[in-house]
């Protein structure tokens, strides 16, 4: 169990600094309340180590909250026990960004209702928990510690009298204090116990202990060490504790001392149960009653009050595959609050077989963590868990299966049909003698049999029949199945029915496995069945009882996470291929854990290499570098980094080629290199985001052939040609052009063209001169930077934005003025196609980072007049195009709303659809004068000096979109709805509504890009509102300027004394 614990932490489903220890018991039997002192006393052993102390001190407890959860094995439906058993519900959508993918046991559930729920607000203390029970608590329940919180509190919840008689119930005197435990009374004894709603407060299992009583336990541990390993290693008798029969009855007002020491209101009156203390000779009732006088001595005067959960529900998890099925497909719903969703098909797979025929699952039935294949039929309101079904088979209505593998119903003839109601469970037991591995055992009952009820009651039945019936249509006497068990003591737990192996088969794997059905008589006539009779009593059998102690764990936890990676691959395999819109990070994060991280990896390498478009292989490799991160850890680094590492270029090159499946198969050579440390992982990872960004920009490059020139008149030498254009405000929409969402979902972004203090912000002169070299000089306010190309390796650094003139030799090269790579010298090709070298200046005076979208509007406009200088023109939908294709040389792989923004004049909405070649199509928005005039006297505008690293941001959306997690694809419809939006109500001339449209746009680009609004503009912005009908960062990572629509004109005057107020 420490090792699936462990994981679960290292999954942060507990966090990262709670101590995590696993124990034994000293001795068997000894009893919920001597488990529970034994585990104190442990807990406190390592918390006084970890605080540098050599001996026990008490005193590491007083800040401590300790969590003790009892587990309890023997449970027929879950062969990992009630603690593991799994629920049809899953963590829910917005925690999968941070969580792995995990299957939601009754142990999460548990835990989350006392950390979450119960323990709110609670001083620091021991909670001690079982886990055989199901709780749900309503998320706004509080509990008034200060009034319970002086002594120990009993967690209760509401019940009937007649459920209660199963159970345990309270008796509540004043305040909450505990006057009186009862277990299993009699209905009028309950009776006396009734709430003023008539219910009664059932005993759920759940106890806080406060700090100063946990010490008071400590102090005298010496006196009751006979039930903890102190015991055991001196030698000590053991002996029986019920935690809440003996400890916390010796509490209760109305108990007296001489009743509680000789045991007649201690371990349920004396009667051998469960839950109490059972002593079989004079001996042990005297060790018995020395033990209860302690407990008197030591802790009578303790407070001990219940609290009364007002809006819960405890189910207690009977061994009843009744009530198992009904917990699992009802009772559970109510725990659909807080972290979790119910899910009535949870981690499952549903696969075609081989004639392409899907599996019939009924959606009234409840499947978690299966496979199962074509031809399987399963019928309503049936269970399903931890099962490979496969094979022409059905099963009835009602059904119960749990741990079936594919291969255990190999030999069933085609078409076979299960009765309604069964029940068939299979587990890997560990017998001595029998080749030292794990034996398979099917075992089968029905859901209306009483396990451990006589078998000589008229209620008790096998696979829902009398056992009269069974034994005359088998042919099986009694006597063979209890062999030496007296009749009173005979009942389905302890009958010996299920083969394991049989003397003359024990290499065959599946040895036995028939007799299941034959046992439940199916598809058997009445006559009894000779071969398969003596074959069953060849076999070595077991009856359940032995089996679930005979459980291997481990080989049962193997078995599930086999069938959870299985049923994740293949979601892996048809997401990726089908371009579904599924999550996977959490999967990947969990093979990192679980040990599939290579296995995972060789399927991802497999999908890519077979992808049939580049989208689908860059989504791909995008996967493998998610895992690459998930291995490396937290400790490793950043996932954003240079990705342009020699060793990985010939991989590069072979997918700038085209090459997919060479490109994929050099990668992963290359991977395998660097898979030693963690900083290593990262950097791989960092790698495969290169790649997938190398065929993202193929995808992208599909525009190139929208960008179309024609020839014009020629241009002197020496003659200047000017281009120029304004800045543009993103309205709505932004983050919906970028690549990949734009051609895998589509986009809409509405821009306008402005100019800043009356001027246009990008300029571009260029000329030809007679040297044949190439001369850039970037301006920036005063200073210029100039940069000489007369060698075509000057000009080969244009992928590196950070290199000077990057922007400027892409341009030069996309329009084929230089041709890269070639063996013709730069100035040859110059003088060859132009006789003339040229010189380019560009200006954008815009601050760098303003978020007015100054790059890909400067890239638009050296185009234009490199265009015009080499005596070609094109239209303003090719240019745009044009820009699309030069980002994606640059590497900074950014969208189309910044170039349509600022090329295209005026008001305008552009739209991409979801699809390849990469198109963009605009339309000017047609606004009334009034509007303009409107908009022109409330727009204001004000530098905030707060500028982001776009790359960095393009990065991390990139990402995100990629792992689609829910927030981020249902953020990016909601960007185009919004858009389209935001523009109609600019056509109606609705101020107010296009306003509210600009702020919602706000609020996405936030949740698209985290980090893009820091908390000072975002207070700046919040004390604006009042003034304003919208208000915005520019630029789609939230760039520097700010703009505010004012809800009356010429309001700058109050916008600067707001502003003046705020420090940003």
Not at 175 to 189: A, H, L, Y
Not at 488 to 513: C, H, I, M, T, W
Not at 537 to 544: D, Y
Request: overall charge negative; aromatic content about 8%.
């Amino acid at each position: 169990l420490s090792p699936e614990l462990e994981i679960h932490q290292n999954k942060s489903f507990l966090d990262k600094d709670v101590l995590l220890l696993t124990l034994e018991d000293p001795k068997a039997r000894i009893g919920s309340g001597g488990a529970t002192i034994n585990a104190l006393l442990v807990v406190t052993e390592h918390l006084s180590a970890k605080a540098g102390h050599e001996t026990l001190t008490q005193s590491v407890l007083e800040n401590a909250n300790i969590l003790i959860m009892h587990m309890d094995r023997d449970f027929p439906f879950s062969s990992c026990g009630r603690f593991f058993n799994t629920l049809p519900g899953k963590h829910a959508e917005e925690s999968k960004e941070h969580l792995c993918d995990c299957i939601v046991s009754n142990f999460d559930l548990l835990l989350d209702v006392v950390s979450n729920k119960l323990s709110v607000n609670a001083p620091p203390g021991v909670w001690v928990c079982r886990t055989d029970m199901m709780l749900t608590v309503s998320p706004d329940t509080r509990i008034n510690w200060k009034q319970f919180s002086d002594g120990i509190a009993m967690l209760l919840f509401h019940g009937d009298v007649e459920y209660a008689k199963n159970h345990g119930v309270v008796k509540l005197g004043d305040e909450g204090r505990v006057k009186d435990i009862i277990f299993r009374g009699t209905s009028d004894i309950i009776k006396t116990c009734t709430l003023e709603n008539g219910k009664v407060p059932l005993i759920s299992g759940v106890v806080y202990i406060n700090i100063p009583v946990a010490e008071k336990i400590l102090s005298d541990v010496n006196t009751l060490d006979a039930c903890t390993y102190y015991g055991l290693d001196n030698g000590a008798e053991p002996i029986q504790l019920s935690l809440f029969f003996d400890v916390l009855l010796s509490l209760a007002e109305d108990v007296t001392e001489s009743n509680f020491v000789c045991g007649e209101r201690s371990g349920s009156y004396g009667h051998s149960t469960s839950m109490g203390t059972e002593c079989s000779s004079k001996d042990e009732m005297a060790l018995m009653r020395g033990a209860r006088a302690k407990l008197w001595k030591i802790l009578r005067g303790v407070s001990l009050k219940g609290v009364v959960i007002e809006k819960g529900e405890f189910d207690y998890m009977q061994p009843s595959a009744e009530c198992y099925r009904r917990q699992m497909r009802g009772s559970i719903t109510n725990f659909t609050t807080g972290p979790f969703e119910l899910c009535m098909h949870t981690h499952v797979c549903f696969h075609k077989n081989n004639q392409g025929v899907n599996p019939n699952v009924d959606l009234s039935s409840v499947v978690v963590n299966s496979f199962i294949e074509g031809g399987v039929n399963v019928g309503k309101e049936s269970v399903v868990s931890h099962c490979h079904l496969q094979g022409n088979l059905s099963f009835g209505s009602g059904s119960v299966l749990a741990g079936i593998a594919a291969s255990d119903f190999k030999s069933l003839p085609p078409g076979t049909v299960l009765h309604d109601d069964l029940c068939i469970l299979g587990y890997k037991v560990s017998l001595p003698g029998l080749r030292g591995e794990s034996q398979r055992v099917l075992v089968v009952f029905g859901i209306h049999d009483e396990l451990q009820i006589p078998a000589s009651s008229p209620n008790s039945s096998y696979c829902n029949k009398p056992w009269k019936v069974f034994f005359g249509g088998t042919g099986i006497n009694p006597e063979e199945v209890w062999i030496g068990v007296p009749e009173e003591q005979r009942s389905l737990y302890n009958a010996k029915l299920f083969p394991v192996v049989r003397p003359f088969d024990v290499l065959l794997e599946d040895a036995g496995k028939d007799d299941m059905l034959w046992l439940a008589s199916t598809g058997v006539s009445d006559i009894p069945d000779r071969q398969v009779l003596n074959r069953w009593r060849s076999s070595l059998r077991l009856s359940l009882k032995d089996i679930l102690n005979a459980v291997d764990m481990s080989a049962e936890f193997a078995w599930r996470k086999k069938l959870w990676f299985e049923i994740g691959k293949t979601e892996v395999e048809e997401t990726l291929k089908n371009c579904e819109s599924n999550c996977l990070v959490p999967f990947f994060k969990s093979c990192g854990k679980e040990g599939f991280a290579m296995q995972i990896l060789e399927v991802l390498d497999e999908v890519a290499s077979s992808a049939s478009s580049p989208g689908v292989a860059a989504r791909t490799l995008a996967c493998i570098a998610d895992v690459l991160g998930a291995m490396a850890g937290e400790r490793a680094g950043l996932r954003s980094g240079p990705a342009r590492n020699e060793s990985w270029m010939h991989a590069f090159e072979l997918l700038d080629k085209g090459e997919i499946s060479l490109g994929i198969k050099a990668l992963a050579r290359e991977r395998s290199k660097w898979l030693d440390r963690p900083h290593l992982l990262i950097r791989a990872a960092r790698h495969y985001e290169g790649a997938e960004q190398v065929l993202r920009r193929r995808a992208v490059l599909t525009a190139r052939q929208f960008f179309q020139t024609e020839c014009c008149e020629p241009v002197p030498m020496g003659h200047w040609v000017i281009a120029e254009a304004p800045a543009r405000i993103d309205l709505s929409g932004g983050w919906s052009d970028t690549p990949p969402i734009t051609y895998e979902q589509g986009g809409a972004a509405l821009t306008v063209a402005v100019k800043l203090n009356g001027q246009k912000v990008s300029k571009a002169e260029v000329r030809k001169i007679t040297k044949l070299e190439i001369v850039l000089v970037i301006h920036s306010g005063e200073h210029s930077v100039q940069v000489v190309c007369s060698e075509l390796m000057h000009l080969g650094n244009y992928t590196q934005p950070n290199a000077p003139g990057a922007l400027l030799k892409a341009c030069f090269c996309l329009l084929d003025i230089v041709t890269l790579p070639s063996s013709e010298k730069l100035s040859d090709q110059l003088n060859r196609k132009y006789q003339a070298g040229f010189e380019l200046h560009t200006w954008s005076t815009a601050p760098q980072g303003s978020g007015l979208g100054t790059s890909s509007i400067l890239a638009g406009v050296i185009l234009a007049a490199l265009l015009r200088v080499t005596d070609r023109t094109a239209s303003m939908d090719s240019l745009i195009h044009a820009v699309m294709v030069v980002e994606q040389m640059l590497t900074t792989g950014g969208g189309w709303q910044d170039n349509v923004g600022g090329l295209m004049p005026g008001f305008k909405i552009a739209r991409s659809q979801a699809s390849l070649p990469l198109k963009v199509e605009t339309e000017k928005v047609e606004l009334s004068g009034k509007t303009v005039d409107e908009i022109t006297k409330r727009l204001v505008c004000f530098y905030s000096g707060r500028t982001r690293l776009a790359k960095n941001l393009l990065q991390n959306v990139v990402r995100n979109w990629y792992a689609k997690f829910s927030q981020i694809t249902n953020n990016a419809r909601n960007l185009i709805n919004n858009a389209e939006e935001a523009a109609k109500a600019l056509r109606e001339g609705n101020i107010e509504k296009f306003g509210a449209c600009w702020t919602c746009y706000r609020h996405q680009k936030a949740l698209m890009a985290p980090g893009s609004e820091p908390k000072a503009i975002k207070d700046l912005l919040e004390a604006v509102e009042p003034l304003s009908y919208g208000q915005a960062m520019s630029g789609a990572g939230g760039g520097g300027f700010i703009f505010v629509l004012t809800k009356e004109p010429n309001m700058v005057d109050e916008v600067k004394d707001v502003i003046k107020k705020i420090k940003v």
